[in-house]
């Protein structure tokens, strides 16, 4: 019987969302096959968590694409990015917490991609005025992951209702956010 890879990596994704300190012989289990099947795919956990970060990458860039950043206003764009991201967000929610993928030589620049796409989302709407200058891009672009690993986790251990879920994150986001008429 072949292996799907695919059904592997989101398995594993499933599994290491919910326990991030998950054996390889938990993750082998979850997707249904053994440990020696899985090492033949993924020589360890670093190779896993590889593949977990180009599959995060790219639903996430997929999902940048859906929410069609350089359409309307700069606030409904970040709801359509949350509403498009939100079935990724518990990948990105542990890697997210992942240091590895973000230090040294091997860092994947589709993270650099990524936080580019996005600060350019908040970068526009500074200056057209919608959002605060005070805050910078890249600063927003770093609570917005925030907010969606923390509302991930909140639905994951029932705190939050997951139709709330995008409710949540951009109520907050863009009420901190959003520029404040002067009096």
Same mark, same amino acid.
């Given at each position: 019987?072949?292996?799907?890879?695919?059904?592997?990596?989101?398995? +594993? %994704?499933?599994? !290491?969302? @919910?326990?991030?300190?998950?054996?390889?012989?938990?993750? =082998?289990?979850? =997707?249904?096959?053994? @440990? %020696?099947? $899985?090492?033949?795919?993924?020589? #360890?956990?670093?190779?896993?968590v590889r593949?977990?970060?180009? $599959?995060?990458?790219?639903?996430?860039?997929?999902? $940048?694409?859906?929410?069609?950043?350089?359409?309307?206003?700069?606030s409904d764009?970040? @709801?359509?990015?949350? &509403?498009?991201?939100? /079935?990724? %967000?518990?990948?990105?929610?542990?890697?997210?917490?992942?240091?590895?993928?973000?230090? #040294?030589?091997?860092?994947?620049? #589709?993270?650099? &991609? !990524?936080?580019?796409?996005?600060?350019?989302?908040? &970068? @526009?709407?500074?200056?057209?005025?919608?959002?605060?200058?005070?805050?910078? /891009?890249?600063?927003?672009?770093?609570? !917005?992951?925030?907010?969606?690993?923390?509302? +991930?986790?909140?639905?994951?251990?029932?705190?939050?209702?997951?139709?709330?879920?995008?409710?949540?994150?951009?109520?907050?986001?863009?009420?901190?956010?959003?520029?404040?008429?002067?009096?």
């Amino acid at each position: 019987m072949a292996v799907d890879p695919d059904h592997v990596l989101r398995s +594993a %994704a499933a599994l !290491l969302t @919910r326990k991030s300190t998950a054996t390889m012989d938990e993750v =082998a289990k979850a =997707a249904g096959i053994s @440990r %020696a099947t $899985l090492h033949r795919h993924f020589a #360890g956990r670093d190779a896993l968590v590889r593949a977990l970060e180009s $599959l995060c990458l790219a639903e996430c860039e997929a999902a $940048l694409d859906a929410a069609r950043l350089d359409e309307g206003s700069a606030s409904d764009v970040v @709801r359509r990015l949350v &509403r498009e991201i939100e /079935p990724a %967000a518990g990948l990105l929610s542990f890697l997210y917490s992942e240091n590895q993928l973000f230090e #040294g030589e091997e860092q994947n620049e #589709g993270w650099a &991609r !990524l936080d580019a796409r996005v600060s350019a989302l908040f &970068r @526009r709407g500074q200056d057209s005025g919608e959002f605060r200058i005070d805050l910078t /891009p890249a600063w927003l672009t770093e609570a !917005l992951y925030g907010l969606i690993a923390a509302g +991930a986790w909140s639905v994951h251990d029932g705190k939050v209702a997951a139709k709330d879920f995008q409710t949540m994150i951009v109520e907050l986001l863009l009420g901190g956010a959003l520029r404040r008429e002067e009096s």
